[in-house]
C-alpha cells in the first residue's frame, strides 16, 4: 500500500518522510557538502544522500501526534546528550544518562521495523449498514487537522488510518524494550584509526554510533579505551551484518571491514 499524501501545500505540517534515525544524527557524519555515502545492500550500489532524503524515513507510517509528541521528547534528551559528549572530551557517562540512550536505542530500531514491515491496511469500523451514523463527515482538511491537534478521527468510508493504530503499538513496544534493557551499562568508544559506519538497525547488538569516531556500546566485554583499526573494524562488520536495507558513513572508504 502506498502512503497517503497530505493535500496540496501540506497547510497543516504533517510530517511525512519520518525520520528512523534522525536527521540531527545522521548530519554528524555529513561530509563538507552535507551528504553522507550509503551502500544499498540489495544492488550494493554506493551513492552520496542528504539527512533529509527520503532513504532514512518512513512515510507516515505512525501519526503526527507520536512524530511531534513521545518521539520528539526522547530524540530531544538524546540529541542533547549527544552534544554534551561531542563538545566535552573529558566528559563521562553516568547512570543517570543511561535510559535516555536506551529510550533512543530503542525507538530508533522499533521505528526500523515499522519503515521495513508491509503498510497495514486501514481497518475498517464496519459497514455501512452496522453504522448508525457518523456525526461529522469530516473532509481531507478537517481530517489533517485533526491528526495534527493530536485528535483521532472515522473517514466518511467507515476507516480508520493505519497510522493512528501504529502510533500506540511503537509506543507499547517502546515500553516493554526499554524495561527489557533497564540493566545495560552504556559506555563510550572512540575511534583512534577508521570510522564507525552506521546501519540502518542495530537490533543485533547494543550500539549506536554517535559521530564518525564516537560510538555508545552496552557490551561489557568491549575494552572503552580509543580503538585500533581492528577495533573498529570488528564494529562495523557487526553493523553491516545487521543493516537490512543500507548502511552509511562519512566516507565509506575510512571505514574498516
Same mark, same amino acid.
Given at each position: 500500500?502506498?502512503?497517503?499524501?497530505?493535500?496540496?501545500?501540506?497547510?497543516?505540517?504533517?510530517?511525512? #518522510?519520518?525520520?528512523?534515525?534522525?536527521?540531527?544524527?545522521?548530519?554528524?557524519?555529513?561530509?563538507?557538502?552535507?551528504?553522507?555515502?550509503?551502500?544499498?545492500?540489495?544492488?550494493?550500489?554506493?551513492?552520496?544522500?542528504?539527512?533529509?532524503?527520503?532513504?532514512?524515513?518512513? $512515510?507516515? *507510517?505512525?501519526?503526527?501526534?507520536?512524530?511531534?509528541?513521545?518521539?520528539? /521528547?526522547?530524540?530531544?534528551?538524546?540529541?542533547?546528550?549527544?552534544?554534551?559528549? =561531542?563538545?566535552?572530551?573529558?566528559?563521562?557517562?553516568?547512570?543517570?544518562?543511561?535510559?535516555?540512550? #536506551?529510550?533512543?536505542? +530503542?525507538?530508533?530500531?522499533?521505528?526500523?521495523?515499522?519503515?521495513?514491515?508491509?503498510?497495514?491496511?486501514? @481497518?475498517?469500523?464496519?459497514?455501512?449498514?452496522? *453504522?448508525? /451514523?457518523?456525526?461529522?463527515?469530516?473532509? $481531507?482538511?478537517?481530517?489533517?487537522?485533526?491528526?495534527?491537534?493530536?485528535?483521532? &478521527?472515522?473517514? @466518511?468510508?467507515?476507516?480508520? @488510518?493505519?497510522?493512528?493504530? *501504529?502510533?500506540?503499538?511503537?509506543? =507499547? #513496544?517502546?515500553?516493554?524494550?526499554?524495561?527489557?534493557?533497564?540493566?545495560?551499562?552504556?559506555?563510550?568508544?572512540?575511534?583512534?584509526?577508521?570510522?564507525? !559506519?552506521?546501519?540502518?538497525?542495530?537490533?543485533?547488538?547494543?550500539?549506536?554510533?554517535?559521530?564518525?569516531? !564516537? +560510538?555508545?556500546?552496552?557490551?561489557?566485554?568491549?575494552?572503552?579505551?580509543?580503538?585500533?583499526?581492528? /577495533?573498529?573494524?570488528?564494529?562495523?562488520?557487526?553493523?553491516?551484518?545487521?543493516?537490512?536495507?543500507? &548502511?552509511?558513513?562519512?566516507?565509506?572508504?575510512?571505514?574498516? $571491514?
Amino acid at each position: 500500500m502506498t502512503f497517503e499524501p497530505p493535500q496540496k501545500g501540506n497547510p497543516h505540517q504533517l510530517t511525512m #518522510n519520518q525520520h528512523t534515525f534522525p536527521s540531527a544524527s545522521i548530519s554528524r557524519f555529513a561530509n563538507e557538502k552535507g551528504a553522507v555515502q550509503v551502500l544499498r545492500k540489495a544492488s550494493e550500489k554506493v551513492f552520496h544522500a542528504r539527512p533529509a532524503d527520503r532513504i532514512f524515513c518512513a $512515510q507516515r *507510517v505512525w501519526d503526527q501526534q507520536a512524530e511531534g509528541g513521545f518521539m520528539k /521528547g526522547i530524540e530531544d534528551a538524546y540529541q542533547a546528550l549527544a552534544r554534551v559528549i =561531542l563538545d566535552d572530551p573529558a566528559f563521562r557517562l553516568g547512570r543517570q544518562h543511561f535510559n535516555v540512550i #536506551n529510550e533512543f536505542y +530503542c525507538l530508533w530500531n522499533i521505528r526500523a521495523q515499522w519503515k521495513m514491515n508491509e503498510r497495514l491496511a486501514d @481497518p475498517s469500523i464496519g459497514s455501512a449498514s452496522e *453504522v448508525i /451514523g457518523l456525526l461529522s463527515h469530516y473532509t $481531507q482538511d478537517e481530517q489533517e487537522q485533526l491528526e495534527a491537534g493530536g485528535i483521532g &478521527y472515522i473517514r @466518511p468510508d467507515l476507516t480508520i @488510518p493505519s497510522r493512528s493504530l *501504529v502510533a500506540p503499538s511503537i509506543r =507499547l #513496544n517502546l515500553t516493554d524494550a526499554v524495561r527489557a534493557m533497564s540493566g545495560e551499562t552504556w559506555q563510550l568508544l572512540h575511534a583512534g584509526e577508521g570510522e564507525f !559506519v552506521v546501519p540502518d538497525n542495530f537490533f543485533k547488538w547494543l550500539f549506536v554510533p554517535l559521530s564518525p569516531t !564516537v +560510538c555508545f556500546c552496552a557490551h561489557p566485554e568491549v575494552n572503552p579505551s580509543s580503538l585500533h583499526c581492528d /577495533g573498529v573494524a570488528a564494529i562495523n562488520r557487526l553493523a553491516i551484518d545487521a543493516s537490512i536495507d543500507y &548502511y552509511f558513513a562519512r566516507d565509506l572508504d575510512h571505514c574498516p $571491514q
